[in-house]
């Protein structure tokens, strides 16, 4: 098991122009009938698929991995299928102006950074992609900074938006550290908190 | 609860968390202790697989318990009339929990239901316990005072492995409830028209970030079955858990419970769940107020549960949501194809489920058949009774209320998820409306295409006999 890592990314975006895309939407339940993380791409989005304009049937988003979207993205089931359903559809990062928890942290442990970017620098970032929708854009996980060109405003036509994460996740993602070893590694505190645990707090309610 | 002289006076919250830190990262997260972890068959394969590719153990089989609900179709024998991949998945967990020595309630056994049901009905869910499952409605358990809150599937394979999670400690959010005298609620109206209104007051994402305490003269007149329902949709605020504090009403809804302490070994832990609630002065990071004595039964009309209005009030017109809301307003306004201005009440209904981990125990049961008793199932409609559990549905059997819902026309089925997630081939038709006792009104949540109104069993039993979205209180009036 190889944890994922990520430092910076530089690639095409895709505009999704939504405010509280959930996650029935990134996946819907019909596909979580699987035991695998497997074949899920295809999931993705399946029931926006094929309508007019929809970003993701554009031939010319081929190949984008870096996903914009609205506010509080990825809000409702705790599915981690959302996540791998994005990131086997290829996107390693969604800008949003702020994410649901529970897809907050399942992206993470994915390898898909999730960006949450102030306000107004998602709309200059939108309206930027919306005029060139080849534009390159950067999230730089290490900087903690999502960049693109922008010709005026900045001195090197350089815009930047901060961003931050959990800071404990992105050294995971830089050094690629996996989660699971690590709390493995903690086997003698666990150990002894559950010596000291009241037997009022077992499932068995102390009649054990 | 007054506090020990010099002690700083600490939240309920705040007195679980400390209990359940095994250890701190400097500058990261906490690692938190899980008391228990439920497990059902959609978001726990790939866990039971890393694992395997591991050779990890579970480490706290005997703090482990599997059930069978999400995909399991509600009818006799649902493993033979699962579709292939619902069946293989539904293998796949026996699998698993026979290799790993997992306690499963699956098809078949007597106390077989819903994750959420289950849970507190066989008294595993107890105060002052940390619990997480792989499903965002794990909230429903803080309504005994327990931390309580979903995960993703990584997370259930480290809880698995180390009965730990790495948290970030989340804020604070008190949601005070005011009701009438005695903390009473209006005729007609019930905790899921409170916890429809608290959504739409903070938005679908007002609570990100925070564990709300839901207090308030209002939250102690709730029995237990309500505070679940409450505590259940926190996550729909965007919030990771709902609590309410453990008083006398949830003592006494535990003991004699499967799973809960007997004799001198219950009055101990009782004596231990007194001292959880919120110390006097303890503050929280930020505080709303809600006067339930002004609510009147609510009903969604768009794609997020925080869309709410209320059943005798009109579709809110988009312009006056402003911004951004607005735009989210008119689109969600389409895809339901309702008319802003216009009443809710009224709008030709399809579907009605009842059912689901918010609304599917014995007193939902008996509310939806306070409503239908004598009366019939609007020409039309299709009325879908799906209890919370076997246990539901061997008390609401015992006491007629199958009879009431098959004499008024509706289906009474087996237990499960059902229509609340239509995974399980219970679904809504493209472009019909449904009136819904569930959690979640997002597009296509119960069928591709299909249009999701929440409300209560109430609201739900009386849009069946009307065949339109209706106001239950007419129907409630001269009934016991
Ligand atoms: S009833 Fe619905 S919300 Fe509750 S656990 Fe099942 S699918 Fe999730």
């Not at chain 2, 890393?50 to 995909?71: C, I, K, Q, Y």
């Not at chain 2, 008119?330 to 009224?346: K, Q, T, V, W």
Request: some cysteine; charged content about 20%.
């Amino acid at each position: 098991m190889t944890a994922p890592r990520f430092t910076s990314l530089t690639a095409r975006a895709v505009v999704l122009d939504a405010a509280d895309v959930d996650t029935d939407q990134i996946i819907p339940a019909r596909f979580l009938k699987t035991t695998t993380k497997d074949d899920l791409a295809g999931a993705l989005f399946a029931d926006w698929r094929g309508r007019p304009g929809f970003p993701l049937d554009d031939p010319g988003n081929a190949g984008a991995q870096v996903l914009i979207a609205g506010p509080n993205f990825g809000c409702g089931s705790s599915r981690e299928h959302a996540a791998w359903a994005l990131t086997a559809w290829g996107f390693r990062a969604v800008i949003a102006p702020g994410f649901a928890d529970i897809f907050r942290g399942n992206a993470l442990g994915q390898g898909l950074v999730p960006a949450a970017i102030p306000v107004d620098d998602h709309a200059r970032l939108m309206a930027a992609v919306g005029r060139d929708p080849a534009l390159p854009v950067t999230v730089d996980l290490d900087a903690q900074e999502v960049r693109w060109m922008c010709g005026g405003g900045a001195a090197d036509g350089v815009c930047r938006a901060a961003f931050t994460v959990d800071p404990f996740a992105r050294r995971c993602l830089l050094d690629g550290v996996d989660e699971l070893g690590f709390l493995l590694g903690m086997d003698r505190a666990i150990a002894a908190h559950e010596a000291d645990a009241d037997e009022a707090r077992h499932p068995s309610g102390g009649a054990r | 609860m007054t506090t020990a002289a010099g002690a700083a006076p600490r939240t309920l919250f705040d007195k679980i968390w400390a209990q359940h830190v095994v250890a701190e990262v400097p500058d990261g997260p906490s690692v938190l202790y899980v008391d228990l972890h439920l497990v059902h068959e959609v978001t726990s394969p790939q866990a039971f697989a890393e694992l395997a590719a591991r050779g990890v153990p579970v480490r706290r089989p005997d703090r482990t318990f599997a059930v069978m609900d999400h995909s399991i179709p509600t009818v006799k024998n649902p493993l033979a009339a699962a579709d292939p991949s619902a069946a293989a998945q539904l293998r796949q967990l026996a699998a698993n929990c026979e290799a790993h020595g997992i306690t499963l309630w699956g098809a078949g056994d007597p106390r077989q239901g819903i994750v959420h049901v289950v849970g507190p009905e066989q008294g595993l869910t107890r105060p002052g316990m940390t619990i997480v499952c792989g499903d965002s409605h794990t909230a429903t358990h803080g309504a005994f005072g327990a931390l309580a809150f979903g995960i993703g599937t990584s997370q259930v394979g480290h809880v698995l492995a180390t009965q730990c999670l790495l948290q970030r400690r989340p804020r604070t959010l008190a949601v005070e409830i005011e009701g009438g005298p005695g903390g009473a609620l209006p005729a007609g109206v019930t905790a899921k028209d409170v916890i429809l209104a608290v959504i739409a007051r903070l938005g679908a994402g007002g609570g990100t970030g925070y564990v709300i305490e839901y207090r308030g003269s209002a939250v102690r007149a709730l029995d237990m079955e309500a505070r679940m329902t409450l505590c259940n949709m926190s996550i729909e605020a965007g919030a990771r858990a709902g609590l309410v504090a453990p008083d006398d009403t949830t003592f006494d809804y535990l003991a004699g419970r499967a799973y809960a302490p007997t004799g001198t070994a219950f009055d101990r832990a009782v004596a231990r769940w007194r001292t959880l609630a919120t110390d006097d002065g303890a503050a929280f990071d930020h505080v709303i107020r809600l006067d339930a004595a002004a609510l009147a039964p609510m009903v969604t009309w768009g794609t997020t549960p925080a869309q709410a209005c209320a059943v005798d009030g009109a579709v809110p017109r988009p312009e006056d949501a402003g911004g951004d809301d607005a735009a989210a307003a008119a689109r969600s306004l389409a895809y339901m194809r309702l008319e802003a201005g216009r009443p809710i009440a009224g709008q030709p209904v399809d579907v009605v489920f009842i059912g689901s981990c918010t609304n599917s125990r014995l007193g939902d049961l008996r509310a939806a058949a306070r409503v239908l008793t004598g009366r019939k199932v609007a020409a039309g409609v299709r009325a879908l009774v799906v209890p919370g559990s076997h246990e539901v549905k061997r008390a609401a059997e015992a006491e007629g209320l199958d009879r009431v819902f098959r004499d008024a026309g509706a289906e009474w089925r087996e237990p499960g998820c059902s229509m609340c997630i239509a995974m399980n081939g219970d679904q809504i038709g493209p472009g019909q409306l449904a009136v819904s006792t569930s959690n979640r009104n997002f597009e296509g949540r119960q069928g591709k295409g299909g249009r999701t109104v929440l409300a209560s069993p109430y609201t739900a039993a009386a849009s069946a006999v009307a065949g339109t979205i209706a106001d239950p209180r007419p129907y409630l009036e001269a009934r016991p």
